[in-house]
């Protein structure tokens, strides 16, 4: 293809990249990574994902994260580095990114579990806690996350920067403001500094619950600059309460440090449109085009006779394997 002098599409990038990563030929991974870099395709999730799973797989974890963090993300990219921190002596990585899965809205998969059960087989008890209470929180059994980090504490396991930011997730999505500020003071007094995750976790808990003054009072009351975590939290409450003007502010700081992610643009839309700002919504969708940023297509999966196929939204049928015809589905 190189030597007739095509240029390889996103698809032939996200076949040839695992081809890299299984036989851990990092060099030509590289390479191709570079030349995304050129022809503008590394800003396809896609062809972003096949790098960081490149770059997991071939041992380098510092560069598959510094790909993550430069690209749009979506349950796939956290399952490639929630895996791939799994099996090294960062195994708490994993957790950190099982749980702020949650406060970006996404949903945990097989992958996922498999994923941080794997850090926990790894790593001491207190790891192994983290992940239940985090899971506990999103399948709305609060009471059990919450004796769960008790039972740690009296089973004489010291909690961890994770611990906190399973318990306040937990506490966020039940609405136990109380709580959740009282563990957010007891994880200072146990001098653990708190990181933007779990300055997002509390910027959730008190939006959530309509304490907005409370939350800017904490943003603005931080010395350093603010992540797209916090912000995101920010917006969502604001969407929640209809707060339409704190919102447009949390966006304009949210898009700089993102602005190219469609989730956020859609979560600002949808916030104009819900207050009948039709204009302002219509406002968003054309920044979304003039910017070139397109929302996910949706991705599925099937097994036919042992094989995986995956398709995507608006794929025509003469792409797909031919067993993929109905008559061949029964």
Not at 147 to 159: L, N, P, S
């Amino acid at each position: 293809m190189q030597s007739s002098g095509e240029t390889p599409t996103s698809v032939t990038l996200t076949h040839v990249l695992p081809a890299c990563a299984r036989i851990g030929c990092l060099r030509s991974g590289k390479e191709i990574h570079a030349r995304s870099i050129r022809n503008g395709s590394v800003t396809d999730l896609f062809v972003s994902n096949a790098i960081t799973d490149m770059y997991a797989k071939c041992g380098c974890l510092n560069l598959a994260q510094n790909v993550f963090d430069m690209s749009l993300r979506d349950e796939v990219s956290y399952n490639i580095l929630i895996v791939g921190y799994s099996q090294t002596s960062h195994c708490s990585k994993s957790l950190e990114l099982f749980s702020e899965m949650v406060l970006n809205g996404m949903k945990h998969d097989t992958v996922s579990f498999v994923g941080v059960l794997s850090a926990c087989a790894t790593i001491s008890a207190i790891k192994q806690g983290n992940p239940c209470i985090c899971g506990y929180g999103m399948l709305g059994d609060l009471h059990s996350a919450v004796d769960m980090f008790k039972v740690m504490r009296e089973d004489g396991v010291e909690h961890d920067s994770v611990s906190y930011i399973a318990v306040l997730s937990a506490c966020s999505h039940g609405g136990l403001v109380d709580k959740g500020k009282k563990y957010f003071n007891d994880m200072l007094a146990c001098n653990i500094e708190p990181s933007q995750m779990h300055y997002a976790c509390m910027v959730d808990l008190l939006g959530r619950s309509g304490l907005m003054d409370e939350a800017i009072n904490l943003i603005t009351g931080l010395p350093f600059k603010l992540d797209s975590n916090v912000w995101a939290a920010l917006l969502g409450a604001c969407r929640l309460h209809g707060n339409v003007d704190l919102g447009s502010w949390a966006a304009e700081h949210l898009l700089k440090l993102q602005p190219h992610h469609p989730g956020y643009y859609a979560l600002l839309s949808n916030m104009y449109a819900e207050a009948g700002r039709w204009g302002e919504a219509d406002r968003i969708r054309e920044l979304m085009k003039l910017r070139g940023v397109q929302k996910t297509p949706g991705c599925s999966w099937v097994q036919i006779q042992d094989k995986i196929h995956a398709f995507i939204v608006g794929q025509r049928l003469e792409g797909l394997d031919p067993c993929l015809s109905l008559e061949n589905t029964g």
